[in-house]
């Protein structure tokens, strides 16, 4: 069984270049996403620590300017309470010299109150304060002229009154006064505190700030990891998914297939059960592609895909291995006959009509199925049987299901081995021509040999096509050893023509590989001129299913053989389809008569009238005639009553080495045709 290709289907690239591009937005996204992390990072330090350090400046300065205030307005204080008691001191003073130093004192302690005062005054000062300093300034203003009138009295020796003055009014006076400072002293210290808490507080809110922003970068880097973790996450599964399951309609691909069986098999083992798998493939699948295009192919495949779906139960599996092969596998069965069940089903439901692009199509598919633990115990194995029981089903008529059986796998073996055989043989110049002379009943003389191929196989002889050609066609050997052939079959009848036949001509047999090969044309005149052949003496033998492939074509091709000189002939004449109508349209010069007709021709009064009906044709179109198999004498008496001119068979010779055939061309047949026994060398 030649492996079979999965044909690629053209799937649309949309998707992939749109994943592409949102991957590529994810990417910036994220990017975007850790700078402006980093950057408000950045930031919040920044204005944390420009914010602490102006609110420690300000509470550095606040507690400077209050200290200072303090100091003066306590200066002050002292100040005024001194220059009271120094009052008092000069009243009760003795010594002139004590009194002038009192006095002396007095006025310095009335500058440096002054010059205390006008510091203060100088500091920034909250409104009670100034108010409180004015009201001092007032109190001071009428207690200092008391205190200097007390002095100048005090100078005079006025004690008594002096001193009553003091009492009555200098007192009270400076009283009021220090009253004042100590309320600005009070004041202040309110003040200061409320500037120090007021800085704390500017300080507590930095700290909230500073926690705010942090916050805010933590959460960001956070949602950042996240989205991370799970863009990766995704992006992973995504992966995963297209690794392990089919572009087009979703479906697990072989991969995944593989390890689910696994599992339904080791289920199946320790339940004692049945697991079916059904190779599917659609029948002539590539009709559709070919006709209605890739898109609707692919659009066949889907609609497929879920119909094989809805037709399974939820633990079963449906894959798709490419191309138009499926893949469904039945767990858990107790008896085969549920597998094929729903083999049946599938057929069933696979051929029901579908709408594609328009139009209504159909299609069969052919199903294979191997059935775990009789066919394999292994996915590869499994698969391998259902596969090769598929292929089955397939020769034998399509639209079915087969169940595999172990023969088909020695007929697979069989098979592997004959291809390689024939590579090798091919290789090591196993295969030969062997030739059938075609006798001319009228003169008794042969025109024509056909070459026709023998193996000379090492250990099974020699070998007739029939067994291997099938194969060799479908491998595609047959173009290479049909050139070998064509070559030496032409080497062959330049040497009978050196040998003096110079009017035989050799028939050669082409396939459908053959003769639609590319450059038949150039193969055929480079064998003729390796050999020093005239075209006129090769024959090409075509049948009529080859030229039904694509009939303007090869009427084309028949042209360009002929022009050269070589003549065309349809073998096999009345089998294929019957191209009758299109007869008249091939440029051949030759019918053969397939030899079905001559077989019978004795016994079955119709096999005659046909080929009567054939030579009849042939001759009105101006065609020659040649019956083959011709085997027996009576056989070929009757075949001369219906006007019978060229005849080839067992009768005259079987297909001889090229060697033998020397012998037979000088001979006359004529005692052979007039119904004698041929006197053989
Ligand atoms: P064919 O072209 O129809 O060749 C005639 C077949 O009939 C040959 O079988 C031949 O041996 C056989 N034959 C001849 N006379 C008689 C007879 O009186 N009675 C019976 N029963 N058979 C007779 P062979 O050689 O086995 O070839 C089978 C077919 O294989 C050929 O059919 C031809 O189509 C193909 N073939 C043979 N050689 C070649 C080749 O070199 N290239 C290609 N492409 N095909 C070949
Ligand atoms: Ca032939
Ligand atoms: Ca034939």
């Known amino acids: 069984m030649p492996p079979r290709l999965s044909t690629p289907l053209a799937t649309p690239d949309t998707p992939a270049t749109q994943r592409q591009l949102s991957r590529r937005a994810w990417r910036l996204g994220l990017i975007a996403g850790f700078i402006t ?13 420009n914010t602490i350090k102006a609110n420690e400046q300000r509470l550095k300065s606040v507690t400077q300017e209050h200290m200072r205030k303090l100091q003066l307005s306590k200066q002050m204080v002292f100040l005024a309470r001194e220059r009271t008691l120094n009052l008092f001191k000069v009243l009760y003073a003795d010594d002139l010299f004590e009194r002038d130093k009192l006095y002396l004192e007095f006025t310095g302690m009335a500058n440096q109150f002054v010059v205390a005062r006008s510091e203060l005054v100088k500091l920034p000062l909250t409104p009670l304060e100034q108010k409180l300093l004015a009201e001092q300034r007032d109190l001071t203003r009428h207690a200092v002229p008391i205190q200097e009138q007390i002095m100048a009295m005090a100078m005079a020796e006025q004690l008594r009154s002096a001193q009553a003055l003091l009492l009555t009014e200098a007192i009270p006076a400076q009283n009021a006064v220090l009253d004042v400072l100590s309320r600005l002293d ?3 210290i309110a003040s200061s505190q409320a500037a120090i808490q007021a800085a704390e507080q500017a300080h507590a809110a930095a700290r909230l700030w500073m926690l705010i922003l942090g916050a805010a970068a933590l959460l960001i880097g956070i949602v950042v990891a996240m989205v991370v973790i799970i863009h990766t996450n995704r992006a992973g599964r995504e992966r995963e998914h297209m690794a392990t399951h089919d572009a087009l309609t979703g479906l697990p691909n072989r991969m995944l297939l593989i390890g689910r069986l696994e599992q339904a098999i080791a289920r199946a083992l320790r339940h004692e059960l049945l697991v079916g798998v059904m190779f599917i493939d659609l029948d002539r699948f590539k009709l559709v592609n070919d006709t209605l295009g890739h898109t609707a192919g692919d659009e066949l495949i889907r609609a ?4 094989l779906s809805q037709a399974v139960r939820g633990e079963d599996i449906v894959a798709r291995l490419g191309g138009d092969e499926f893949v469904v596998v039945v767990s858990d069965a107790e008896q085969a006959h549920q597998i094929m069940h729903v083999a049946e089903k599938l057929i069933e439901n696979i051929t029901r009509n579908y709408q594609i692009a328009g139009h209504e199509v159909f299609t069969t598919c052919s199903i294979g199925i191997s059935v775990f633990p009789n066919d394999g115990s292994t996915p590869q194995d499994l698969l391998r049987h259902a596969d090769t029981a598929m292929y089955h089903a397939k020769e034998t008529g399509r639209n079915r299901y087969q169940m595999f059986d172990s023969e088909m796998n020695a007929r697979v073996a069989q098979r592997l081995t004959l291809e390689t055989e ?3 043989g091919i290789a090591r110049g196993e295969f030969l021509p062997y030739y059938q002379p075609q006798i001319d009943l009228d003169t008794g003389h042969i025109h024509v040999v056909e070459a026709l191929m023998r193996w000379h196989h090492p250990s099974r002889g020699t070998m007739e096509p029939a067994s291997y050609l099938d194969l060799m066609e479908e491998t595609g050997a047959i173009v290479e050893l049909g050139r070998q052939l064509l070559l030496q079959a032409c080497i062959q009848c330049a040497k009978w023509h050196a040998e003096g036949h110079t009017d035989l001509a050799v028939a050669i047999n082409l396939s459908g590989k053959e003769f639609w090969q590319e450059h038949l044309i ?11 052949l005239p075209a006129q003496s090769l024959h090409i033998e075509l049948t009529e299913s080859i030229l039904m492939q694509d009939i303007d074509q090869a009427v084309a091709r028949i042209r360009q053989l002929k022009q050269m000189g070589i003549r065309v002939a349809v073998d096999d004449f009345g089998t294929g389809y019957s191209s009758l109508a299109h007869l008249k349209h091939f440029p051949v010069d030759t019918l053969k008569i397939d030899r079905f007709f001559i077989k019978d021709i004795n016994n079955q009064s119709i096999d005659a009238e046909i080929t009567r009906a054939i030579i009849m044709l042939s001759e009105s179109l101006g065609l020659d005639t040649v019956v ?3 085997e027996d004498a009576r056989q070929l008496e009757t075949l001369r009553g219906l006007g019978c001119r060229v005849a080839q068979g067992f009768l005259f010779s079987h297909p001889l080495p090229g060697n033998d055939i020397g012998a037979l061309l000088g001979r006359n047949w004529s005692d052979t045709i007039a119904n004698k026994p041929p006197d053989r060398p």
């Open 186 to 188: 009070e004041a202040s």
């Open 422 to 424: 024939l590579r090798q």
């Open 304 to 307: 497929i895909a879920e119909r």
């Open 37 to 49: 992390q980093i950057l408000l990072l950045l930031f919040v330090t920044a204005v944390g620590l």
């Open 522 to 532: 150039e193969m055929v005149e480079a064998a003729l001129a390796q050999a020093h």
């Open 628 to 630: 083959e198999g011709v």
